[in-house]
């Protein structure tokens, strides 16, 4: 028989992704029965839709504008039933489901998240931190979870007792190193919040059933608070808070949901609907794992802060679902800024890294000059753009900037014309030195045939510009700007001791597919009016390295990316490596998803193939590469960032 195909959710989970869920239901205060099956509704929906953790709402089975009817019988009997009634109804559902109810311990009440899988409830995690001022006043019905001294608690129909505390870890089968802990509401807002000793103790996810008040400008604090909280437990944290279903005597809820991963926002719901709201995202948990393993302050927080755990595992269960969706925000250019961001503010101060780093270099080498190789291509003007504000940071006058445009065998006439083009209209002098004589005498001096266009043909004409940099460098008493980028530092596109070797390498932080978009950026905003046009051609040209001679109509002959292959998919590829250390099956997995209809599987392999050999091979490159400014959160510097044996032999794409 042939093999059993497995479901997109065994795909996306086999990748160490893990669905979740953060509902607001519609809720009938006081009505634990009517909410435990719209609950239970919502919670087979979810479930069949690939959720493995679905959180609700703090004291969701009751509503938690409850008052004092907390303390009656009637409603305490009712929320216990109801709870018994959602895992008789949540049976067969392979998801973990977080309820919310109060719940009585040791004759003391508690406001309690219930863990419920299987038809049976797991474990009970009470409050630590009641709110007690201003609208809240929960310590009129609850008691806080340190007057706990119970482990395990009789429950129903429950024969075992029940693990409750706030020490308890969840951990799901499906997918490993997949551990949850559990916080309520106000917890989250106080000095040191649970959350911290719950993540260093292995919880790579964090829920919170709450149900915090709207009032003006909260919602953007309390955004803020589940961000920076999933920031410093290098964590995700799941957020469901409790909806306008609630009394409405003195104050609104607004069933404010998120999912937040490491800092980042992966959904967040709207707000004030009387309906159930939902916001689901998929958690890439190998990337939160590998950020812990990074992080030395994460790894050397002692253990001994942190109270001894219980751990629990949840038995598998499989999702038979064919939604291949990743519900998580996947850009095909992840060093591109996000189209909703300030696109001036992110640029400027891209533009004033760079220029502060090359400023101070300039300041502290008392440079004369800033020498630069202009080519009229995307690398070498950005450098120029980034050149003339850092003299300016540095007080020295733009006449101390020489641009030098080196013509040889590949050079066409719209780069060279461009590079002309650009420094009369920015007021630099550019210089004009044919290398073409220089290198037919190198070919001549170590018998290379000059119609043999191989590595020495091509490496010549770079060292050959490098050496003119440098020598004019010291003539002027300057130095020389570096115009290669961490896309080329990536793949070793540049030749040895050629366009790989500068006196300050300004790019060294900036991918290709960025710095097209800066080009882009200064040809609409600071340099329109100086150099717009210029610059949308540059931005428009092909890649090349204009190494190999022309063919006879004048056309280009050789073209970086159908050597190499497209920038946009290696620059992909090395952020995804870098940044979240995935490995090749998932790169390719996540690639095949953000170039849907532009790239083919097959295709993608094939560069994927190409980027980890390249990569691999030409650390040598970057070992020996000059200093240059970190940009972004990925960055090659051997001193800093990356260090890797210019002799690893093994396999980087396993």
């Known amino acids: 028989m042939p093999a059993r195909q497995p479901s997109a959710a065994e795909i996306r989970e086999s990748h160490g992704f893990v669905r979740v869920a953060a509902v607001s239901p519609e809720l009938v205060l006081g009505h634990p029965g009517k909410n435990a099956v719209i609950m239970a509704k919502e919670a087979a929906r979810l479930a069949s839709e690939g959720c493995r953790v679905i959180v609700f709402p703090e004291l969701s089975l009751t509503g938690y504008s409850c008052g004092d009817l907390f303390h009656t019988q009637a409603l305490q009997k009712q929320a216990l039933d109801a709870l018994m009634a959602f895992c008789d109804a949540t049976h067969d559902l392979a998801a973990v489901c977080i309820v919310g109810l109060p719940i009585e311990i040791e004759n003391r009440l508690y406001n309690a998240a219930a863990v419920v899988f299987g038809g049976t409830v797991h474990g009970l ?33 429950i024969a075992t007792g029940v693990p409750v505390g706030t020490d308890l870890l969840f951990s799901l089968w499906n997918a490993p190193r997949c551990t949850f802990g559990v916080e309520l509401c106000e917890d989250l807002w106080t000095v040191n919040p649970p959350s911290g000793q719950l993540a260093l103790a292995g919880a790579t996810i964090i829920v919170n059933p709450s149900a915090s008040t709207e009032l003006l400008g909260k919602a953007a604090y309390r955004r803020s608070l589940v961000a920076q909280q999933s920031a410093r437990c ?69 253990c001994l802060l942190v109270p001894r755990m219980r751990y629990f595992d949840f038995e598998g269960r499989e999702i038979k679902i064919k939604d291949a969706t990743l519900r998580r925000p996947l850009t095909p250019h992840p060093f591109v800024p996000h189209a909703k961001a300030d696109r001036n503010a992110v640029c400027e101060e891209i533009f004033a890294i760079q220029s502060t780093a090359l400023a101070r270099r300039l300041r502290q080498t008392q440079s004369k000059t800033a020498v630069i190789g202009l080519s009229g291509g995307l690398d070498s003007t950005l450098a120029m753009l980034v050149m003339l504000d850092a003299v300016k940071r540095a ?106 070797m500068s006196m300050y390498h300004v790019n060294a932080g900036v991918p290709k597919t960025l710095v097209r978009y800066l080009i882009e950026w200064c040809a609409e905003g600071p340099f329109a009016a100086k150099a717009g046009d210029i610059l949308r051609d540059i931005a428009d040209t092909p890649i090349t390295p204009e190494l190999l001679p022309l063919n006879d109509d004048k056309s280009l002959k050789q073209k970086t990316e159908d050597t190499i292959g497209p ?23 996540l690639a095949e998803i953000a170039f849907k209809g532009r790239h083919k599987p097959a295709v993608i392999a094939k560069w994927l193939a190409i980027f980890f050999k390249r990569f691999a091979q030409n650390q040598f490159k970057r070992s020996s590469m000059p200093d240059g400014p970190k940009v972004g959160t ?20 396993l």
């Open 125 to 157: 995690v009470p409050k630590s931190f009641l709110p007690n001022s201003a609208e809240f006043y929960e310590r009129r019905w609850f008691s806080p979870a340190g007057t706990l001294a119970a482990t395990t608690t009789r429950l129903g129909d």
């Open 234 to 302: 290098l964590a995700a944290y799941v957020y469901a808070g409790a909806g306008p279903g609630e009394s409405s005597t003195d104050v609104i809820y607004s069933g404010h949901c998120m999912i937040a991963e490491n800092g980042g926002m992966l959904a967040e719901s709207k707000r004030f609907n009387f309906g159930t709201e939902v916001v689901i995202a998929d958690i890439d948990i190998e990337h939160l794992v590998h950020e812990r393993q990074r992080s030395a302050c994460f790894r050397d927080e002692p």
């Open 395 to 500: 007080k020295l006058p733009a006449c101390k900037i020489l641009a030098v445009t080196m013509p040889g065998f590949g050079t066409t006439k719209r780069t060279r014309g461009n590079a002309e083009k650009l420094a009369e209209a920015l007021g630099i002098e550019l210089r004009t030195i044919s290398i073409n004589d220089a290198v037919r005498q190198h070919f001549k001096d170590i018998g290379h045939a000059e119609s043999v266009h191989d590595a020495t043909y091509e490496n010549s004409q770079a060292r050959e510009r490098t050496q003119i940099l440098m020598d004019l460098a010291n003539k002027t008493g300057g130095i020389v700007v570096g115009t290669g980028d961490l896309s080329e530092a990536a793949l070793g596109w540049c030749t040895f001791n050629g366009d790989h």
């Open 567 to 589: 920038y946009e998919l290696h620059d992909f590829f090395l952020f995804h490596f870098l940044r979240h250390g995935s490995e090749a099956a998932k790169i390719k997995w």
């Open 634 to 653: 990925v960055a090659l510097s051997p001193r800093g960032d990356w260090r890797m044996p210019s002799d690893f032999s093994g396999d980087l794409s």
